[in-house]
Nanobody, 122 residues
């Protein structure tokens, strides 16, 4: 079993920044890659970014150049630094752990956090 807990969401003005955190506990030795997804209001959940335990990162085109994913393996925590935020970034952001990066794609697992709300609005 793997437990994931997100934090760091909130309300931010367009152009602002936020950093999300996802702390993993449980069978953390089984973690390969970790990722962030988001679900905008009224839309389906979409993949945002992923990072392998070796540090390889991949991003969705919509966030490339604005968001940075990183991880602290000693703390079993993954971060998402979000800069130059836009209203269309408004969503519930979810952490997924234990998946795999295959080329430019992330293959997710069934381990999800509870989500954290990010609202970008003036």
């Amino acid at each position: 079993q793997l437990q994931l807990v997100e934090s760091g969401g909130g309300l931010v003005q367009p152009g602002g920044s936020l950093r999300l955190s996802c702390a993993a506990s449980g069978n953390t030795f089984s973690i390969n890659a970790m990722a962030w997804y988001r679900q905008p209001p009224g839309k389906q959940r979409e993949w945002v970014a992923a990072i392998s335990n070796g540090g390889t990162t991949i991003y969705a085109d919509s966030v490339k150049g604005r968001f940075t994913i990183s991880r602290d393996n000693a703390k079993n925590t993954v971060y998402l630094q979000m800069n130059s935020l836009k209203p269309e970034d408004t969503a519930v952001y979810y952490c997924n752990g234990g998946g795999y990066i295959i080329g430019p794609y992330y293959r997710g697992s069934h381990y999800w956090g509870q989500g954290t709300q990010v609202t970008v609005s003036s």
